[in-house]
């Protein structure tokens, strides 16, 4: 309702125009997007755009894995760059503190026992990390047992569905 002037007197403001008829895009169902109430696509014509939207959306998903994976591996070699770091930084460390520990022993020996005994405790180390990391290696199963058979029931799972 308005008033003498054409202005709703509650709004404050001249009445909207009517909006004209619509009507329905190319392509678009009747009646509201019923499914069934006027698609006149056929069988196949749906079934192809089923499988190209399906095509679509597997490509996506690609894509967005190969991103994902892209950054990752970005990060994962970064990190592998500062370890990498830390381990040479370590060497270092072990080397000085090798020539601390045989010119400290230099003190109540000659110098020669007292890199004699740095080396040997250093072989003592190496022979004692080497005896663990073989029988960690041992222990280690290469087969992947799980995996093999998963893979068989899933061969077997194909049979069944072949025949």
Do not use: H
């Not at 679509?56 to 990752?72: D, F, I, N, S």
């Not at 970064?78 to 000085?96: D, E, F, H, Q, Y």
């Not at 003190?107 to 960690?136: C, H, K």
Request: net charge negative; no cysteine.
């Amino acid at each position: 309702m308005t008033g003498p002037s054409g202005i709703d007197p509650v709004l404050g403001t001249a009445p909207a125009e009517p909006l004209p008829p619509t009507t329905p895009a190319a392509g678009s169902t009747a009646a509201g997007g019923a499914p069934g109430s006027g698609d006149d696509r056929s069988l196949g014509q749906i079934v192809g755009d089923l499988t190209q939207d399906l095509t679509t959306l597997v490509k996506q998903e690609l894509e967005l894995a190969r991103t994902e994976l892209k950054e990752e591996a970005a990060k994962a070699g970064k990190g592998a760059g500062m370890l990498g770091g830390a381990g040479v930084a370590g060497l270092l460390t072990l080397i000085l503190a090798s020539f601390a520990l045989s010119y400290l022993l230099d003190n109540w020996m000659p110098v020669e026992l007292a890199f004699l005994i740095t080396t040997l405790l250093w072989a003592a180390v190496a022979a004692v990390l080497a005896a663990r990391g073989r029988t960690e290696l041992k222990k280690a199963n290469p087969q992947l047992p799980e995996t093999q058979q998963t893979l068989k029931e899933d061969a077997a799972w194909a049979r069944a569905q072949k025949n």
